[in-house]
């Protein structure tokens, strides 16, 4: 009796033992942001922040396009099929649309953001990290959270809202391609029907600002795990993978709010 | 036209360089800034530090006299990296307060911390070069980043400082490129490209093969000399550290165990000095990890039943 008392009173205290961690990571990850994103950049800084919006925008366009162009192509044909039953397909244009814009573009962009610039941040700063780059930046008295991380927050932060967009461009043109093209829609509902189902605000609007949280969201996911990392092979490869799960789980879960917010009436 | 930085660093730099050419410095004596007294540049006070339930130090006290090579030694694991952080403000003591020059390292705003930390350098065990810009680039950085001089004076100051440690073909390489003992000799050019008054050097010696131990001993010494500098050189390498060291400290057990210069230390007779000096393998600092009896550990039961 007394021995289960103690038991479960121990687990209790692993409990609250991991909730005080958790609320103090999560402590660290804030003051880490508000350090890290604020203060003006300097001609340098403008520099640094070109190079990585290189490395984690302008490389990562070709997975963000390619994977839209196939996400279009798929919604135009699961769409025909279903729409074709009620004499609908007309519609096609409007679907396809809507739900890349609300939806499917700013998530699956995200997604595909974390697996292949977030977990390259990680990794990056993480290495940075073991090698002591960082120490020795602090040392020399230079800031890294300035210098490394800073212009790696901020190229986060803009490009995955453009690769977004285009995601949106390239997946409505590839259901134009297998609507129109391939199954025989006709072109001016595709487009037409889309111009006037399509509100700039309510969708195109509501859609970049969910690309603006998810870009926020999985880089500083990325930046901090990178930073805060136990510096160690093992310790990188596991921040790495916790990088791709938590910027995943945050994005599905912050859609749903988001989605509730926009258009659920909340 | 440059701010003040700039200009003491050219002018610094410039009779540097000319005491280490190697035309120069057969032909004429280098001139030897040697301070009259030993002033205090760091004071370490009453430090306790400890990561998780782990005793670190104990109540550390040490002076380090500017102007002068002061070593810090002692076995694996006794926290000596850790008493570099401690200095260099990167770790915040559990008690007690470091002073450099006076200013009382932990209690500085982090904008006062980085001004103090332009005045030293560091030389990591592994070299910690930047490893997205080349050796050039890696040298410059402190240059660029500090002071507004132009490009072509960043230039000759790169070039000066690299010549002093032997590398000035090496500039465009890579880190990737380059051996542990260049890397190294980088990462010291780095450190001093600012002119610091203090360096750090964190276990200089670890890894390197007999040449590059002889340039390394000799840089260190020479840029002590040329530049005026307070070192602060963490080792266990007890010849090499010997041969340089003004001031030598050893600590264990989390405390100072002895100080002293080399000589007075060589002829300490406690047995943790002296097992340390001399290199012997079983001592106070014990050869086995602690565990329980040999016996018991291979016969197990049967060991029990026999000395019964």
Same mark, same amino acid.
Not at chain 1, 54 to 70: D, E, K, N, P, R
Not at chain 1, 100 to 112: H, I, S, T
Not at chain 2, 165 to 178: F, I, K, Y
């Given at each position: 009796?007394?021995?289960?008392?103690?038991?479960?009173?121990?687990?209790?205290?692993?409990?609250?033992?991991?909730?005080?961690?958790?609320?103090?990571?999560?402590?660290?990850?804030?003051?880490?942001?508000?350090?890290?994103?604020?203060?003006?950049?300097?001609?340098?800084?403008?520099?640094?922040?070109?190079?990585?919006?290189?490395?984690?925008?302008?490389?990562?366009?070709?997975?963000?396009?390619?994977?839209?162009?196939?996400?279009?192509?798929?919604?135009?044909?699961?769409?025909?099929?279903?729409?074709?039953?009620?004499?609908?397909?007309?519609?096609?244009?409007?679907?396809?649309?809507?739900?890349?814009?609300?939806?499917?573009?700013?998530?699956?962009?995200?997604?595909?953001?974390?697996?292949?610039?977030?977990?390259?941040?990680?990794?990056?700063?993480?290495?940075?990290?073991?090698?002591?780059?960082?120490?020795?930046?602090?040392?020399?008295?230079?800031?890294?959270?300035?210098?490394?991380?800073?212009?790696?927050?901020?190229?986060?932060?803009?490009?995955?809202?453009?690769?977004?967009?285009?995601?949106?461009?390239?997946?409505?043109?590839?259901?134009?391609?297998?609507?129109?093209?391939?199954?025989?829609?006709?072109?001016?509902?595709?487009?037409?029907?889309?111009?006037?189902?399509?509100?700039?605000?309510?969708?195109?609007?509501?859609?970049?600002?969910?690309?603006?949280?998810?870009?926020?969201?999985?880089?500083?996911?990325?930046?901090?795990?990178?930073?805060?990392?136990?510096?160690?092979?093992?310790?990188?490869?596991?921040?790495?993978?916790?990088?791709?799960?938590?910027?995943?789980?945050?994005?599905?879960?912050?859609?749903?709010?988001?989605?509730?917010?926009?258009?659920?009436?909340? | 036209?440059?701010?003040?930085?700039?200009?003491?660093?050219?002018? =610094?730099?410039?009779?540097?360089?000319?005491?280490?050419?190697?035309?120069?410095?057969?032909?004429?004596?280098? =001139?030897?800034?040697?301070?009259?007294?030993?002033?205090?540049?760091?004071?370490?006070?009453?430090?306790?530090?400890?990561?998780?339930?782990?005793?670190?130090?104990?109540?550390?006290?040490?002076?380090?006299?500017?102007?002068?090579?002061?070593?810090?030694?002692?076995?694996?694991?006794?926290? =000596?990296?850790?008493?570099?952080?401690?200095?260099?403000?990167?770790?915040?003591?559990?008690?007690?307060?470091?002073?450099?020059?006076?200013?009382?390292?932990?209690?500085?705003?982090?904008?006062?911390?980085?001004?103090?930390?332009?005045?030293?350098?560091?030389?990591?065990?592994?070299?910690?070069?930047?490893?997205?810009?080349?050796?050039?680039?890696?040298?410059?950085?402190?240059?660029?980043?500090?002071?507004?001089?132009?490009?072509?004076?960043?230039?000759?100051?790169?070039?000066?400082?690299?010549?002093?440690?032997?590398?000035?073909?090496?500039?465009?390489?890579?880190?990737?490129?380059?051996?542990?003992?260049?890397?190294?000799?980088?990462?010291?050019?780095?450190?001093?490209?600012?002119?610091?008054?203090?360096?750090?050097?964190?276990?200089?010696?670890?890894?390197?093969?007999?040449?590059?131990?002889?340039?390394?001993?000799?840089?260190?010494?020479?840029?002590?000399?040329?530049?005026?500098?307070?070192?602060?050189?963490?080792?266990?390498?007890? =010849?090499?550290?010997?041969?340089?060291?003004?001031?030598?400290?050893?600590?264990?057990?989390?405390?100072?165990?002895?100080?002293?210069?080399?000589?007075?230390?060589?002829?300490?007779?406690?047995?943790?000095?002296?097992?340390?000096?001399?290199?012997?393998?079983?001592?106070?600092?014990?050869?086995?990890?602690?565990?329980?009896?040999?016996?018991?550990?291979?016969?197990?039961?049967?060991?029990?039943?026999?000395?019964?």
């Amino acid at each position: 009796m007394q021995s289960n008392i103690k038991y479960s009173a121990a687990r209790i205290a692993r409990l609250g033992r991991k909730g005080c961690d958790t609320m103090e990571s999560l402590g660290r990850a804030g003051i880490f942001l508000a350090q890290s994103a604020v203060g003006v950049p300097s001609r340098e800084g403008w520099s640094l922040w070109l190079r990585q919006m290189h490395f984690v925008g302008v490389l990562s366009l070709a997975i963000v396009l390619v994977s839209g162009l196939f996400i279009g192509m798929v919604l135009a044909l699961q769409g025909y099929t279903i729409l074709v039953d009620f004499g609908a397909e007309q519609a096609l244009g409007q679907m396809v649309a809507l739900s890349l814009l609300r939806e499917l573009a700013p998530v699956v962009a995200a997604l595909l953001f974390a697996g292949r610039a977030g977990s390259a941040l990680t990794a990056e700063i993480g290495l940075m990290k073991a090698t002591e780059q960082l120490t020795s930046m602090e040392m020399i008295g230079v800031d890294p959270l300035r210098r490394v991380v800073a212009p790696r927050l901020w190229a986060g932060f803009v490009s995955l809202p453009i690769l977004t967009i285009g995601f949106s461009v390239v997946g409505i043109w590839g259901g134009y391609l297998v609507g129109v093209e391939w199954l025989g829609v006709f072109e001016g509902s595709y487009w037409s029907n889309m111009q006037a189902s399509v509100s700039f605000i309510n969708d195109i609007g509501n859609g970049i600002i969910k690309s603006l949280v998810f870009a926020l969201v999985v880089t500083w996911i990325a930046v901090f795990q990178g930073y805060d990392l136990v510096p160690t092979s093992e310790g990188i490869s596991r921040a790495t993978t916790r990088t791709v799960v938590y910027s995943s789980l945050a994005v599905l879960g912050l859609d749903f709010v988001l989605t509730a917010v926009m258009f659920g009436g909340l | 036209m440059f701010d003040n930085i700039s200009k003491t660093l050219f002018f =610094k730099t410039l009779r540097y360089a000319c005491n280490q050419c190697y035309v120069c410095r057969n032909k004429t004596t280098m =001139k030897v800034i040697q301070p009259m007294t030993d002033v205090p540049f760091i004071e370490i006070e009453d430090l306790y530090f400890s990561r998780g339930d782990h005793e670190i130090f104990r109540g550390i006290n040490m002076t380090i006299p500017r102007g002068k090579v002061t070593a810090i030694m002692g076995p694996s694991g006794t926290g =000596k990296t850790t008493l570099l952080k401690l200095i260099g403000g990167q770790l915040t003591p559990d008690r007690g307060r470091v002073r450099i020059d006076g200013q009382d390292v932990h209690r500085l705003s982090r904008k006062a911390l980085f001004t103090l930390r332009k005045r030293m350098g560091m030389l990591f065990q592994s070299g910690a070069l930047f490893s997205d810009l080349d050796v050039y680039e890696n040298v410059a950085f402190p240059l660029r980043v500090h002071t507004n001089l132009p490009d072509p004076m960043v230039r000759d100051l790169v070039m000066l400082k690299l010549q002093a440690v032997g590398l000035r073909g090496a500039r465009n390489l890579s880190p990737a490129e380059l051996s542990g003992g260049m890397a190294r000799r980088v990462a010291l050019a780095r450190a001093v490209a600012l002119d610091p008054e203090l360096i750090l050097y964190d276990e200089p010696f670890v890894g390197q093969d007999p040449i590059s131990m002889g340039v390394l001993v000799q840089l260190i010494k020479r840029l002590n000399q040329a530049l005026a500098l307070t070192s602060v050189i963490v080792s266990h390498d007890i =010849k090499e550290t010997l041969s340089i060291a003004d001031y030598l400290y050893l600590i264990a057990d989390g405390q100072v165990v002895a100080y002293g210069t080399p000589h007075t230390l060589d002829a300490n007779q406690d047995p943790r000095v002296s097992q340390f000096i001399h290199g012997e393998p079983d001592g106070p600092v014990p050869f086995h990890y602690p565990a329980e009896t040999f016996y018991r550990d291979i016969l197990g039961q049967a060991s029990a039943v026999k000395a019964r």
